[in-house]
């Protein structure tokens, strides 16, 4: 296409630009001269420069930065990925408009917000009143990621019981709809189907019908159909590792450790025997688990009685009971069937290795010879660890640029990372945020970077932690680099006194421990971690212009931490090709490689981005110090 310059007043030369585009999506021209009054920028307080920003940026694209995505396509890829509102986000923009309207502090939150608006640089102040504008002209669709009940009326202040509340709420739907894909219904229980059969009139025995495929996502020897010792992942076995002294350095020796096991065992090789912490959760997939009221029976093993615990019941609604092989119909009741239960490990629980199964309520309607009032699993093993003291660090090593955004002619990439870590303690309170942010300017394909970073580490026990990892392209220049510097520091400090109100809500507590004591304890932590990265997201499509190319959340809880540096457990396997998950900005994740010494594990973690057509890699190292 030819486009003309409106500044040239003999419209008939020959003067033009051609301007040829690629592109199966919009494209977004920009006018930066300063007749820009159709965009909107009516007000006394606008400038040329918030004039010339493309809709919902309140930094304009600096000169010969790549193309970015509009707000339309960032706000849709999050309402594709995120059913569930952001509680943090709306009680961050409401408090910023209750301050711009001037309103007096209603509560501790507000006190802190103000003063620290009251001290913003006039620049800053006009990018937080641009935020709100940006916000304000949304559609109502949009406004649909934030909690709306939280902004309905600019002369009452957010609550810290009421953000608690939207909060807790938050972390429900997220366990619901995010990581256990229930999108039909709250979080509540669902009973799987019955797949039960007859036993034969001549039987002397009668075998469970309940079974167990999974502890903790390792398979056991009661799969179905049964796996033989070759099918069998490496992590799926216990193993002995010892060190031996080559020339000027260690290497180890691993075996796999033979009987007596802790656990079962297959052909001579023990089988792992998964580790929960006392206090915390485990998860079982079988099948069978046909009633919500379905209980797990545990005791300590070759001990005389059982204790019982409440299950989480999810059962598979979706396989069919049965299908039709050879023109005959049979029952399908083998790992194809996905019931799940979530159960806690009572805090009080002391450590050992503890044998469990699941104990069903005969509501089946199936009566007589192997059918009592109960149907129970096979034994299953778990190992109940102490809180533990050990002390942990996470660092970042470097950052390797495999494939720039596109279209790589346009120029290098500018890169911004920020990566969040919060420590979990053992009463479920959450510790300080620390930060780390990384930037990296003119990045080409292929380049690596040296991205030398702690990213956490802790002096006191901790039940677990909480990493989110963001990165975005974004521009260059000197100017705009330190206006988003600045205003997502003051962000992130803000939302650091958000998270200590909502942690001292008793409303947020009791939602929490309520998921918790149903055997969501790890999920609750990725939870928080996916609300944590929702903020970031839709913050950043408010008011920057700048594209996402890498997002992860990890919650890991200290049994993760210590598996992860124990050399006795194998490094899991590294697949370039296989996506660990997609976040819920359609960043793909995947693990490229990994690597264990005595007490480290390092792994490379790869981030692509179908938007941005980019892959960028991220090392990482976990080190047990104490």
Not at 91 to 112: P, Q, W, Y
Not at 341 to 346: C, D, H, L, Y
Request: glycine fraction near 8%.
């Amino acid at each position: 296409m030819k486009i003309k310059d409106p500044a040239i007043k003999d419209q008939s030369s020959d003067c033009s630009v051609t301007i040829n585009i690629n592109t199966s999506g919009p494209v977004n021209i920009y006018n930066c001269g300063k007749e820009a009054g159709d965009k909107g920028c009516k007000d006394q307080e606008s400038t040329d420069q918030e004039c010339s920003t493309a809709k919902g940026a309140c930094v304009p694209a600096s000169l010969g930065a790549k193309p970015k995505q509009s707000q339309e396509q960032k706000l849709n890829r999050l309402l594709k990925n995120n059913p569930v509102p952001s509680a943090l986000a709306a009680s961050f923009l409401h408090t910023c408009k209750r301050f711009i309207a001037g309103k007096k502090a209603a509560n501790e939150l507000e006190s802190k917000m103000f003063n620290t608006f009251e001290g913003l640089s006039p620049e800053i102040k006009k990018i937080l009143k641009c935020t709100l504008r940006s916000y304000d002209d949304l559609p109502s669709k949009y406004k649909a990621l934030f909690a709306g009940n939280l902004m309905r009326d600019i002369n009452t202040a957010v609550s810290p019981d009421s953000l608690g509340q939207a909060f807790g709420q938050e972390i429900s739907g997220i366990i619901n709809t995010t990581i256990l894909g229930n999108r039909e219904a709250p979080l509540v229980e669902v009973p799987g189907k019955v797949r039960l059969y007859e036993y034969g009139t001549g039987d002397d025995v009668y075998p469970p019908q309940v079974h167990i495929f999974k502890v903790n996502d390792l398979r056991t020897n009661d799969n179905i159909p049964a796996l033989a010792v070759g099918d069998f992942l490496p992590e799926e076995f216990q193993q002995t590792c010892t060190p031996r002294r080559e020339d000027d350095h260690a290497e180890w020796d691993c075996q796999m450790q033979r009987p007596p096991c802790d656990g079962w065992s297959m052909d001579d090789n023990c089988l792992r025997v998964p580790q929960v912490q006392s206090g915390t959760s485990a998860h079982i997939v079988g099948v069978n688990f046909f009633d919500v009221n379905t209980k797990i029976q545990y005791r300590m093993k070759e001990a005389a009685d059982y204790r019982e615990v409440d299950a989480f019941v999810l059962g598979d609604v979706q396989t069919p009971v049965t299908e039709v092989v050879n023109g005959e119909e049979k029952l399908i009741a083998d790992s194809r069937v996905q019931d799940k239960i979530f159960f806690t490990i009572p805090a009080d629980t002391a450590p050992g290795i503890y044998e469990f199964l699941v104990a069903v309520p005969n509501t089946s309607g199936f009566s007589g010879p192997g059918f009592g009032d109960v149907l129970t699993s096979f034994s299953q093993y778990i190992e109940v660890v102490p809180p533990d003291t050990a002390r942990f660090q996470i660092a970042s090593q470097s950052l390797w640029a495999r494939k720039e955004t596109s279209p790589a002619w346009w120029g290098s990439d500018e890169v911004g990372i920020k990566i969040n870590a919060v420590p979990v303690f053992g009463d479920l309170s959450l510790g300080d945020m620390q930060e780390n942010t990384f930037r990296f300017g003119d990045v080409d394909s292929e380049e690596t970077r040296q991205m030398e970073g702690v990213l956490f580490s802790h002096t006191q026990p901790i039940a677990g932690v909480i990493l989110g990892v963001i990165g975005y392209e974004i521009d260059g220049e000197d100017a705009y680099e330190n206006q988003i510097t600045e205003w997502t520091d003051i962000f992130y400090d803000l939302v650091k006194e958000e998270w200590k109100i909502i942690m001292a809500s008793e409303v947020a507590q009791e939602i929490i421990k309520k998921l918790i004591n149903s055997g969501f304890w790890g999920y609750v932590i990725l939870g928080i971690a996916i609300a944590i990265t929702l903020l970031v997201d839709l913050f950043v499509a408010l008011w920057a212009p700048a594209d996402l190319i890498i997002q992860d959340t990890l919650g890991l809880s200290v049994t993760d931490l210590a598996r992860m540096t124990n050399i006795n457990f194998p490094a899991p396997a590294a697949d370039s090709d296989t996506n660990l998950y997609t976040t819920g900005g359609d960043i793909h994740v995947r693990l490229m490689f990994t690597d264990k010494i005595a007490n480290e594990y390092t792994e490379e973690r790869g981030y692509l981005s179908d938007d941005e057509d980019s892959w960028y890699n991220i090392t990482f190292r976990y080190d047990r110090t104490a």
